[in-house]
């Protein structure tokens, strides 16, 4: 039996503990805990209650473990679900949060989110088709693209009649009607689109959100290769959209060149990837964008800043991406926000596909990276009337 220990010969214990002192730089500190957001719905755990049974002794003990942990950095449960904000304002999950999102694929409601990737579909099953549709974010200031995967037993028409309720669960901004009173023709054979419209139909106050319409529209047809969407109201009459005036047809825009960042939708729980307009940047120099953060619209970073590359990418077939060693100290799952990032962005600029180099592991989730990888077929995929 132990002998048991009573308090002032714990304190002394404690006491005479030698003095720890971590000598690792600021730089090195933020280097190490780069905060880095996830897309899954994060899953809260129950914090475990440690009843009082140990002996003192014991308690000396596990003090011991935990000194080591404090000495490598904090990783208790309150330190790690906190929000820390270094570079971009970006969101530091725990691992333990990471591990919850990667085992977290289903969401509220029929719509499921499949493991296609993180941020990417690949595939299509013969019985699936694609409705594009999207939301904005909370200040419409981004279009925020959607890729529902929904049962070819539907007409395209039927589809997209139901785009309202799709995008229903992601709808960050109120002030925003959407697809609402709204029906669609789609016409594959003449690449012809006919937007049927309430007359009481108005996309909302504001010219933010007035002057996202057509880019949504554009979004939303242009990769089915649709040229033109007709408007018909009940009425006959043109379509009064806000400031812009009449229009009765949309011209569908050929998309920009954009690189994809990350943005948190704090009301849902959710991340996406969006697109931004990059204008006449070259493909490197939208690369390197991607390390910078826009804050004031919570757009993150999806490449951390002590993360270098070199790029050679001469055409759509060679374009190759070299990693220093500063990438494998990311996680896997912080290692595929890089990849897909980039894989999106490529395909914005014509890219078929890339490889990329520097990367220890040959396999990271499903992705061969021995072998040049092919650019996506859509990004922020949601499965639609799936089980």
């Known amino acids: 039996m132990m002998n048991k220990i009573d308090d002032d010969a714990i304190k002394n214990h404690l006491k005479n503990m030698p003095e720890v002192k971590d000598h690792r730089s600021k730089d090195e500190w933020i280097a190490k805990v780069q905060p880095y957001a996830y897309k899954r719905k994060r899953v809260r755990r129950k914090q475990s209650r440690m009843i009082p049974i140990f002996s003192t002794v014991l308690l000396i003990g596990i003090m011991v473990l935990i000194i080591p942990s404090i000495i490598k950095g904090p990783t208790s ?3 790690q679900a906190s929000s820390t904000q270094f570079d971009g304002e970006q969101r530091m999950l725990s691992e333990e949060d990471k591990d919850d999102q990667v085992g977290s694929a289903s969401m509220e409601s029929d719509h499921v989110q499949k493991e296609v990737g993180e941020f990417v579909l690949y595939t299509l099953e013969e019985d699936e088709q694609l409705v594009y549709g999207g939301t904005f974010d909370q200040q419409v200031q981004y279009v925020i693209p959607l890729s529902f995967i929904t049962s070819t037993d539907k007409s395209l028409s039927q589809a997209y009649n139901e785009l309202d309720s799709y995008i ?3 709808d960050s901004s109120s002030r925003v009607p959407y697809f609402e009173h709204m029906e669609f023709d789609v016409d594959m054979d003449k690449q012809f ?3 049927h419209i309430n007359d009481s139909y108005t996309v909302g106050e504001g ?3 007035q002057g996202k319409f057509e880019e949504m529209i554009s979004m939303i047809f242009q990769p089915y290769g649709i040229e033109e969407v007709h408007i018909q109201t009940e009425n ?3 379509m009064i959209l806000g400031e812009i005036g009449e229009i009765s047809s949309i011209k569908i825009q050929d998309p920009p060149k954009v690189n994809y960042k990350y943005y948190y939708d704090d009301a849902h729980e959710y991340g996406f990837l969006v697109p931004i307009e990059q204008g006449e940047k070259t493909f490197s120099q939208s690369i390197d964008d991607l390390k910078e953060a826009d804050t004031d619209f919570s757009m993150q970073a999806t490449i951390p800043a002590d993360v ?4 050679n990418c001469e055409s759509t077939e060679d374009c190759f991406i070299h990693f220093t ?5 990311l996680s896997q799952s ?3 926000l890089v990849l897909e990032s980039i894989l999106m962005t490529a395909k914005s600029y014509g890219y078929d596909y890339v490889s990329f180099e520097g990367i220890s592991e040959e396999t990271i989730e499903g992705y061969d990276l021995t072998q040049p990888i092919d650019v996506p077929l859509a990004v922020n995929p949601v499965y639609v009337d799936h089980e």
């Open 77 to 79: 449960t309150n330190d």
């Open 325 to 329: 060693e500063e990438i494998n100290q």
């Open 334 to 336: 912080e290692q595929i």
């Open 308 to 311: 270098d590359y070199t790029i």
């Open 207 to 209: 010219a933010a959100i």
């Open 193 to 195: 689109v006919t937007m």
């Open 168 to 170: 229903a669960p992601f």
């Open 236 to 238: 006959g009459s043109p």
